[in-house]
């Protein structure tokens, strides 16, 4: 049987793989945070190590598990009946620690991918494709304006965050994160002499990007073509009549390199960013375990949410 731990509501990249399993007539059962504390009865026996869910044993039936957004909306609606902030704040970490055990229990089932492996951030991963041979944006991460000035004054720069480019609400009013371009003036113009520490990064001269999805040693890149090739960050284009999504082929020494790198990562799944630059260097930015990967295959025909649906039918029957 295969398990899927996703959201409780539509996931763009979960459902499309549902989908496919239902074709197939595969055996599966979704389970969300909310079939913990409300939608279903379950029952874990600590000591018989069974996991009673809709009278299944999933610890018995279960051989492969789709892993994906999971914890992400770990926020519990539970103001009616519990009022304070404080017993919500308990509750969130009595169900973070209720989850870590299920991750225990599942430990030698096959993960697509393992929950332990996700949390990669994006300094580490520049460092360690640096190690597999990958080329990687100059980089520094800093809290003041003296050392960001002398890096502005050497890169064309940017600022992205560390960990996750969101947006928050305040009122009426949403405000999202872009990787922006950084000059000089703008630290004038701040008059902050320190600051939260921030990550700059050389912004590169780019001829295009490259998304890349990685599905157990196979690669599926798509190049990302955009009339104006100054901008800093592709989201902002993604909706725009000027982008075209054209299927790629690295060189073999560099799917050798990202081979290597999603080994040392232990990933064995993820959406590589890179970028190739006018005099043809491949430069890798980041990698997202939980990444998206509808858009690259709808336009490159890549049939991507299929492939995956026939990887866990696999490994199930393995």
């Given at each position: 049987m295969?398990?899927?731990?996703?959201?409780?509501?539509?996931?763009?990249?979960?459902?499309?793989?549902?989908?496919?399993l239902l074709y197939y007539k595969v055996n599966f059962i979704k389970l969300t945070q909310q079939d913990l504390y409300s939608n279903s009865k379950f029952k874990i026996d600590i000591i018989n190590n069974t996991f009673l869910f809709n009278n299944i044993d999933l610890v018995k039936e279960v051989n492969c598990i789709y892993y994906r957004r999971f914890e992400d909306n770990l926020n519990l609606n539970l103001r009616n009946s519990y009022p304070t902030n404080q017993a919500m704040f308990e509750l969130k970490y009595e169900l973070k620690d209720l989850i870590k055990y299920?991750?225990?229990i599942f430990r030698d089932k096959v993960w697509f991918p393992a929950p332990e492996n996700?949390?990669?951030?994006?300094?580490?991963?520049?460092?360690?494709?640096?190690?597999?041979?990958?080329?990687?944006?100059?980089s520094i991460v800093t809290n003041n304006s003296d050392d960001t000035a002398n890096f502005i004054s050497r890169n064309n720069s940017i600022v992205k965050p560390i960990r996750f480019s969101g947006y928050y609400t305040k009122g009426d009013i949403t405000y999202n994160v872009y990787t922006n371009s950084i000059f000089i003036e703008d630290l004038r113009r701040w008059h902050c002499k320190q600051f939260f520490p921030t990550l700059i990064q050389e912004k590169i001269e780019k001829a295009f990007e490259i998304r890349t999805f990685y599905l157990d040693g196979d690669i599926y890149a798509s190049a990302i073509l955009v009339q104006d090739e100054k901008y800093d960050d592709i989201k902002r284009?993604?909706?725009t009549e000027y982008i075209k999504w054209i299927p790629y082929k690295f060189p073999e020494e560099i799917e050798h390199s990202i081979r290597l790198f999603m080994s040392k990562v232990s990933l064995n799944t993820g959406s590589i960013d890179m970028m190739k630059t006018k005099e043809g260097k491949f430069v890798f930015i980041e990698v997202n375990?939980?990444?998206?990967?509808?858009?690259?295959?709808?336009?490159?025909?890549?049939?991507?949410?299929?492939?995956?649906?026939?990887?866990?039918?696999?490994?199930?029957?393995?």
């Open positions: 295969v398990l899927i731990l996703s959201f409780d509501e539509y996931e763009q990249c979960t459902d499309p793989v549902i989908d496919w299920i991750y225990f996700i949390a990669i951030d994006k300094l580490t991963a520049l460092s360690i494709a640096k190690e597999c041979g990958l080329s990687i944006p100059s284009n993604f909706n375990p939980v990444g998206q990967f509808m858009a690259p295959s709808d336009r490159c025909n890549y049939y991507i949410e299929q492939k995956i649906a026939k990887w866990l039918i696999k490994n199930d029957k393995k």
